[in-house]
């Protein structure tokens, strides 16, 4: 079967080497007469990106003010800040530099400017986002994909719940992506945005809607090109062409085109949010750690997928007679892959030391908001199913 689909991708992409020579002018274009510019921690201003953002509004003539200290899983705190400033400012567009963090920042900033309300009001479901404030992207790291997806991920400082919510409204009117600016990116970083990078693919790929041979194909070489060109950086980190491929591959995962007549399961990201949330790891080591017991605990009911997973991405020889082995070799050629590029495979890598039953009861608490809610499309969890995986993974 073919799932519909309504595909809508209206971020315009200027990708290479010269891309923010093009900054002023995109912004111009907007009309923005006021620009927030936001950013993270000091990457963008160590790198001189933040100098070359400046120049090119002061040369379009457009005024701007700036808010930096976005933290990775970033903060709802930093959002009310942003909104704050922009009222006071009269901003009219947010320019993000960065990645995934800064970005999410801007578009919660951009839906709690017009806002009458509390801001945290659409993450907790009381409220659906009606307008948002237009927002730009300069891209430094290939992961979240944020700069072409519809969703904004953002953490509530108290009761550390990381939620997130997707709406059309907060989709980038631009991104700028130039790949030299991920060479100074650390080796974690790096793989752990292929991993998530990948991890976007695979979480549409593993769907019960199986006849979209294109779409799975596309799925297919990306995942293949981002393994690849993984290993290649994590040796050489300014290999361009290695690391244009990341990057690009970084905005086709997440802008829904590998959906286009599959159905998006995200179990694996909703169960490593909690992860990211209580304990502040990078998410994409987070997915590292649990997508191999997802795998294992659904693979049997989905046998060919996974056999299709382990051929076609992870290069396993077919054993027809023992489809369920082609299929853990599948798995265990990805854990492969993640050691080699230095992910966890399991909750205890990732922390570095044992997870506590209360810390998993903690989780499964929130990820199911208290028993209430599933997860996932290909196989359905209830709160049960999700600590089996949390144990597997532990
Ligand atoms: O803060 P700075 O100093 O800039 O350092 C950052 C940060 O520490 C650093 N960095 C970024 N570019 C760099 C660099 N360091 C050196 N050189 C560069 N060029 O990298 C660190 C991680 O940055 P972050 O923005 O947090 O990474 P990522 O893009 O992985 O974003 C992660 C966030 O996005 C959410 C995640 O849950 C997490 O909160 N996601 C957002 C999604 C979306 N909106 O569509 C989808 C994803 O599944 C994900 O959930
Ligand atoms: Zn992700």
């Known amino acids: 079967m073919i799932k519909d689909f309504n595909f809508y991708a209206p971020t315009r992409v200027v990708f290479g080497r010269e ?21 993270g921690g000091g990457s963008a201003q160590r790198s001189g990106l933040l100098d070359v953002v400046r120049e090119q509004l002061r040369a379009a003539g457009i005024a701007f003010c700036e808010l930096g200290g976005v933290v990775p899983n970033p903060l709802l705190s930093k959002v009310r800040e ?37 801001v945290w009001d659409f993450w907790a479901g009381k409220a659906v986002p009606k307008q ?21 991920v953002i953490t509530a400082d108290e009761g550390l719940l990381k939620r997130g919510i997707n709406s059309d409204l907060c989709r980038c009117r631009f991104a700028v992506m130039n ?68 990057m690009w591959a970084g905005s086709l995962a997440h802008n829904d085109l590998t959906e286009c007549g599959t159905e998006k399961d995200f179990a694996t990201h909703r169960l490593e949010h909690e992860l ?33 997973f382990a051929v076609n991405v992870m290069g396993v020889p077919n054993d027809f007679s023992h489809p369920d082995e082609t299929a853990e070799c599948g798995i265990c ?21 044992d997870i506590t039953d209360q810390e998993i009861d903690t989780m499964v608490d929130k990820c199911s908001r208290g028993g209430t809610i599933t997860l996932g499309a290909m196989e359905v969890l209830d709160a049960q199913a999700m600590r089996d995986i949390y144990l597997k993974a532990r």
Request: glycine content about 8%.
């Open 19 to 39: 891309s923010e020579k093009k900054i002023g002018e995109l912004v111009a274009s907007c009309g923005a007469k006021k620009v927030l510019i936001h950013y």
């Open 333 to 353: 050629a990805i854990e492969e892959f993640y050691h080699q590029i230095g992910m966890p495979t399991n909750i205890h890598e990732l922390l570095g030391r």
């Open 82 to 118: 942003g909104i704050e400033l922009c009222r006071r400012e009269g901003v009219d567009f947010i320019l993000a530099v960065g990645g995934g963090s800064v970005i999410d920042s801007s578009k919660a900033i951009g839906y709690g400017v017009p806002y009458d309300g509390d």
């Open 179 to 246: 790949p030299e600016r991920t060479f100074t990116l650390p080796p974690y970083q790096t793989a752990a945005g292929a991993t998530d990078i990948m991890m976007h693919t695979m979480e549409r790929y593993f769907s019960k809607y199986e006849d979209m041979t294109l779409t799975d194909s596309i799925s297919e070489a990306l995942l293949r090109t981002v393994k690849e060109s993984a290993l290649v950086v994590m040796r050489q980190p300014e290999d361009y062409r290695h690391r244009a491929q990341i």
């Open 276 to 308: 990211s949330a209580l304990f502040g790891v990078t998410h994409g080591a987070g997915l590292a750690a649990i997508w191999p017991s997802w795998a294992r605990y659904v693979k049997d009911k989905h046998l060919s997928r996974f056999v299709q």
């Open 132 to 152: 948002c404030l237009p927002i730009g992207v300069v891209l430094t790291i290939p992961a979240a994909g944020s700069e072409m997806s519809s969703s904004c």
